[in-house]
């Protein structure tokens, strides 16, 4: 799996679910200062050992650094480089042989219907379908591998048999199907994208094993299980419950959705305030609960993170949640609450849920699983 960076929360769209959308009105604002990404680019490859990166926003190719990012990425070795995008910009052939040319080679493009209306009406940009689909036809004459992403919503998933056919018609055959976050936008406009999971789950089902059918390579992130039947699928769950348990830290544990849609939350097991006692996942790479440590702890009479680790397999992933294991050991040595959401700082470029670190345990890593980085000029650091 990649690394993921954030060069932006600003973008050219303003599509009905973005989990970008603040529920209080903030402006986007956000931009990744250049020598930090740069700096944090050159971390993750030299010291943490990742081949391939992903650069993504909001909407990446709308900033000026997102082609020197995609150079400086090449010149730093990664293998492949890669954007999440709704595409609009590469609809300029120029601007998709400059990215090519510097380094692209991959591209998840956000493509949310199967024709105008629905992608139009989802992304509130008209004429966003045609430039989306003429971009993702000049990424594939560029030669860059090019997956379509799909957020299942209530305006499409009736549709998505269709859906497979239209890309499958403009030479896509790798598609992301995606479910609903209940943060940002998805909240604030919950009528017009949430459906009825029992009702909706046999459209999504049927075209889901079409697509299997065709040969199509599907990868499903946040399609809870069984409701949805994702057999033949390639199951990215994992990066999905570790954005959730990402936006719930910024929000302090205190998530402004928690309400009636928690039971059916896929995210349930990652928020404070969902999970059931004892259930809240800790490490969300090796699937690794509270109570699965607290009884390792006491049962082992554990006293280190590293020994938590070699029993249970938490940290072995990513290692991000390396913090909260031993905020779990000290609430069971030193008996203090279990906090996982006090005192939460993200990275300045703000990476995501990135998987399978090809480390072993690194003692020099800090506590927050990552080695420490100095603070470089260049700009103010995000401050959420």
Known sequence: MAKFLTLTDKCN?????CYEISPTGEPHVYEAAFERLVQEMRQAHEDEGWKDIVLTGGEPTIMPTFLPAVTAARAQGYQMIAVATNGRRFAYAPFARKAVDRGLNRAWVSLFGHNARLHDATTRTPGSFD?????????????????????VNKLNHRKLVEYFDFVGSIGIHSVSMMGLKPFGGAYLNQ???????????????AAIRYGVAKGFEIKTMGL?????????TRDDNNRALKYFDYVLKLLG????????????????????????????????CKMVNEQTMRTAIQEGNLTS???????TTATSGCGTCHEDVSRV?????EGVPFEPCRGFSP?????GASLDTPDEWDEKRDQSGRKSLPVLSGGPERVL
Do not use: M, W
């Open 305 to 311: 993170v590293e020994a938590i680790a070699s029993v």
């Open 224 to 232: 809870p299980t069984p409701t949805f039947d994702t057999q033949g």
């Open 131 to 151: 430039e989306t689909v003429e971009g993702i036809r000049n990424l594939q004459s560029a030669g860059v591998e090019v997956t379509c992403s799909v957020v």
């Open 191 to 205: 009528d017009a994208v949430f459906y009825d999971l029992e009702e909706g789950a046999p459209y999504v089902n």
């Open 329 to 333: 050991l000290r609430s069971e040595l």
């Open 347 to 351: 990275a300045p470029t703000r990476h």
């Open 253 to 284: 544990g205190d998530p402004y959705c928690k309400g009636p849609r928690c039971e059916t939350c896929f995210g349930r097991n990652v928020c404070p305030e969902g999970a059931l006692p004892g259930e809240l996942l800790v490490c969300k």
């Open 13 to 17: 769209c303003y599509c009905t679910f």
